[in-house]
Every structure is written in C-alpha cells, then in structure tokens.
C-alpha cells in the first residue's frame, strides 16, 4: 500500500485480556519496527525484523509481549494478560532495508487503553 | 548504550519567532541522525537527517548540524509558523553491530506556536 496500515485505531480493553495489534508495511519494505509511545515518556523500541533473520527483541517489556511477522510482510504484535501500565500508542514502521538511513515510515498507530 | 537527551519543554512561542531545540546523543562509532515531527493527530514523519560529521540537514525552513565534536543535533528554525506547532523528536541510529536498523529517540519536545 502506499502507507504503513495498523489496525485497530483504538482498542479498549480490560484488564487481562490478550490483544493483537497489527501492522501492514509499505509493500518491499524488508525492515518493520514496533515502538511504543507511552505519554511523557518519548518512544520507546519494542522489537525489530529485517527479512528473515531472527528478530531483535530487545524492548519488549516483559514476556507478555511478543511478535510475530509472516512471509515477510504483515506483523502481529500480541500482549497477553494486559495490565494497565500496557496502555499507550504503539507505532509500527518500516524502511526499504536494513538500517535507517533514509529513515522510517511510520504509522499512526494503535491507541491501546485497558481500563 | 546509546541515548539522546532533547530540552524539555513545552516551548511556546508567537509566529515568526526564532526556534531552537537543542539535542545530544550518546552512541558509540558513526550514528545516523534524525529530527521527527509529529503533527497533532497525525504519525511521526520524518523532518530531516544527517548521515555524518558536519552535515546539515534541512526541510521546510528547518535545520540541523550534525556536530561530531559537541555530539549535538539542534533543530533550528528562522521564523516559525502556527502550523508548525507540533511535538518534534531527535533521534539516532548507529551504523552497525546489532543495534543496526534501530532508531533510538529523544523524549520529544512539545512546540506550540501563537498567532
């Protein structure tokens, strides 16, 4: 497409329940990237894949936070047994290669509230 | 590990006013750099970059130097307009190891611009 789509725009969810965010990257692009935007707190790295090699997982969280991106395209950010401290905006993203040297594209994320 | 350190804010100031916002890093070997704005309501775009030492970045009537020996990246503009009141984020991205690909940002800084 001609953007990064992520869907939902909002999800309201309660306390424990397990989410999916999703994320659709420009078309060729092989590098997508998850951040996460809590309020006051700037961006932070969640988890990063660059074409089929192992993806660098660094900044989730906690173990409740995974992510998974099938041939090579749309990616599924999952959150199990939400807590409140889960709500934030998360932003997905890709570039053409690896690195950021023409920078990313970004989406306009999902709005996670758990109430 | 790697970091960047933006002034607080917010910053307020009338149309066709001087903006300043300063921005250090902390990164090991030959960091890429970057300013983001995001509008209200809208994603993080990408304003302007540098690649290396003493390049100077520019888009819109912004600018930004990269300097290498006050490891600094201050976002600059003559005269500002409303419309560009907006959060502005400086950000990183080192050029290997595997770090490579990640952006690493700033807490933003919020610019609100009065008639």
């Not at chain 1, 006051?40 to 936070?65: H, M, T, V, W």
């Not at chain 2, 960091?31 to 304003?47: A, D, K, R």
């Not at chain 2, 600059?76 to 307009?81: H, I, L, N, P, T």
């Amino acid at each position: 497409g001609a953007g990064v789509s992520q869907s939902p725009s909002n999800k309201v969810t309660e306390k424990g329940k397990d989410v999916e965010l999703r994320c659709d990257p420009i078309s060729g692009h092989t590098a997508l990237y998850w951040y996460r935007q809590s309020l006051g707190q700037g961006l932070e790295f969640l988890i990063y894949f660059q074409g089929n090699s192992a993806p660098d997982k660094s900044g989730l969280p906690s173990d409740r936070f995974s992510a998974e991106r099938t041939g090579g395209s749309v990616s599924t950010l999952t959150i199990q047994r939400t807590q409140q401290e889960d709500s934030a905006v998360y932003l997905c993203a890709s570039s053409p290669s690896q690195g950021a040297g023409n920078g990313y594209t970004f989406g306009s994320g999902t709005r996670l509230t758990v109430v | 590990g790697d970091s960047v350190t933006q002034m607080e804010g917010p910053v307020t100031l009338s149309e066709e006013a001087f903006l300043t916002i300063n921005c250090t890093y902390t990164a090991t070997g030959y960091p890429s750099l970057f300013w983001y704005v995001q509008y209200p309501g809208e994603g993080l775009q990408l304003l302007l970059k540098a690649t290396k030492a003493d390049d100077k970045g520019s888009n819109k009537g912004f600018e930004a130097t990269y300097r290498k020996e006050t490891t600094s990246f201050h976002l600059e503009k003559g005269s500002v307009q409303v419309s560009d009141s907006a959060v502005y984020f400086c950000a990183l991205t080192r050029g290997g190891g595997t770090s490579y690909g990640k952006l690493t940002f700033g807490q933003g800084t919020i610019l609100t611009v009065h008639p």
